[in-house]
């Protein structure tokens, strides 16, 4: 069962707006929004193995900020990307939703990110 603990990620993404997302075609993952503040924020995601964006809002787990961002626990989508071979077992594996209120939430499966 999919579980999630919410993170910090030293930005705030509630409310954010006009987010972008760049994939430099290997393993880096380029996000930038303005928060509300209106100011231009940019996070990296690193070893991305995948990510995808929806409009709608996801279907929040218990303890998931609507507002925030949570790594997912025994997520289906890291044991399906293990399945076809897109992730070696011993590879460390996170996946993260940053959820970004009526914006849309973006997830990605990646060995980790960093404020850019």
């Known amino acids: 069962m999919t579980r999630a603990t919410p993170i910090q990620l030293g930005v705030v993404i509630a ?3 006009a987010p972008r997302v760049a ?3 290997s393993d880096r993952l380029r996000v ?3 928060d ?3 100011t231009e924020r940019v996070l990296v995601f690193e070893g991305v193995y995948g990510f995808r964006w929806q409009y709608a809002d996801a279907e ?3 303890g998931e900020p609507h507002d925030g961002a949570a ?3 025994d997520s289906e989508w890291v044991a399906e990307l293990r399945r076809q071979g897109a992730v070696a077992d011993s ?3 996170e996946h993260y939703r ?3 209120n009526a914006t849309g939430s973006l997830e990605v499966a990646a060995a980790g990110w960093a404020l850019g």
């Open 15 to 17: 409310d954010a707006e």
């Open 23 to 25: 994939f430099d075609g």
């Open 32 to 34: 930038e929004f303005l």
């Open 36 to 38: 509300y503040t209106g």
């Open 60 to 62: 929040l787990l218990e």
């Open 71 to 73: 790594v997912l626990h």
């Open 91 to 93: 590879e460390q594996v």
């Open 98 to 100: 940053l959820n970004f």
